[in-house]
């Protein structure tokens, strides 16, 4: 790959020239150059209005080694080390997936699902960053919000991640719900849901893979919490799961023989079948309304 600031010229407007002839898209070039630079990803105008500055040769170097990975395909979470979801700004590394906007589906549908002054009591399992725990902790600070993950080493990113936006989650490390105490009025979880022998895998080699696989259908983690989840579930209350995009009327069957009621599934931003849920009924409580 030629190195463009091997040349005289080594402004900003001929890093992005240069990214460009590598086709890497222009808004991504002009986030890595941000990113670079020590600014906000929000200034790309900035870049606009000053394309004349030079680089130093230590930032044409990691512009440089940051366009060669994302080329190869490494997510641009990992690059900057940050994704924005639901409006927060996450601190992201390889050891959690990279946050994906159809999963607000998964936030949005939970948030329907909790009245803005409730004390309810929430635990998402698989945490990861932390995204889903955070944002329904942000958007209901009367809830009592677990965030549950089998790897220590994703807690810490979300436990970094709580302390960082002063959001109250707290963290538990557990194979989904086997060492988690207590009930929870809502679960939730985007569990790893892709077939061990998929053929897009390849394309995601950056990624963990446990957070990805879940057997020879997809479908392994799903049962194991379908079965879990009632026995920590209050009467009325919700099981929430993110899963592929044509795994919808698998999982509702899932669900059913688990013994959940009011099944119902959501279509994600681009309209595919991306989440399904279900109640657990009692006759104690009113049930939380979908």
Not at 48 to 55: A, G, I, N, P, S
Not at 183 to 190: E, G, K, P, Q, Y
Not at 262 to 271: P, Q
Request: hydrophobic residues 40%; contains cysteine.
């Amino acid at each position: 790959m030629q190195e463009f600031f091997s040349q005289e010229n080594k402004c900003l407007s001929a890093a992005l020239r240069w990214a460009a002839q590598q086709k890497l898209p222009r808004l991504e070039a002009q986030m890595l150059l941000l990113h670079c630079l020590g600014r906000s990803p929000q200034d790309r105008a900035w870049l606009l209005t000053h394309d004349d500055e030079c680089l130093t040769a230590t930032q044409a170097a990691n512009f440089q080694a940051l366009c060669q990975r994302r080329l190869q395909g490494e997510p641009m979470a990992y690059l900057t080390g940050e994704k924005e979801f639901f409006g927060l700004p996450l601190q992201v590394d390889k050891r959690v997936l990279d946050p994906r906007p159809d999963t607000e589906t998964l936030g949005e549908w939970a948030l329907e699902l909790l009245p803005p002054a409730s004390p309810a009591r929430v635990a998402d399992l698989g945490t990861g960053s932390g995204a889903i725990a955070l944002a329904i902790q942000s958007q209901r600070p009367q809830a009592s919000v677990t965030a549950v993950d089998a790897s220590a080493a994703a807690l810490e990113v979300a436990s970094a991640n709580a302390q960082r936006l002063q959001l109250p989650v707290q963290c538990v490390q557990s194979s989904w719900l086997e060492q988690v105490q207590g009930r929870f009025d809502l679960i939730v979880s985007n569990p790893p849901y892709i077939r061990e022998d998929d053929p897009h895998l390849p394309a995601l080699h950056h990624e963990p893979r446990q957070a990805l696989t879940s057997g020879a259908d997809g479908l392994e983690d799903i049962r194991r919490i379908a079965t879990q989840a009632p026995a920590h579930l209050e009467a009325g209350g919700w099981l929430l799961l993110e899963h592929g995009w044509n795994q919808a009327e698998a999982v509702q069957g899932i669900l059913q023989a688990a013994g959940f009621q009011a099944i119902t599934s959501r279509r994600d931003l681009g309209g595919q079948w991306r989440c399904t849920g279900g109640m657990v009924w009692g006759s104690t409580q009113v049930p939380i309304q979908p």
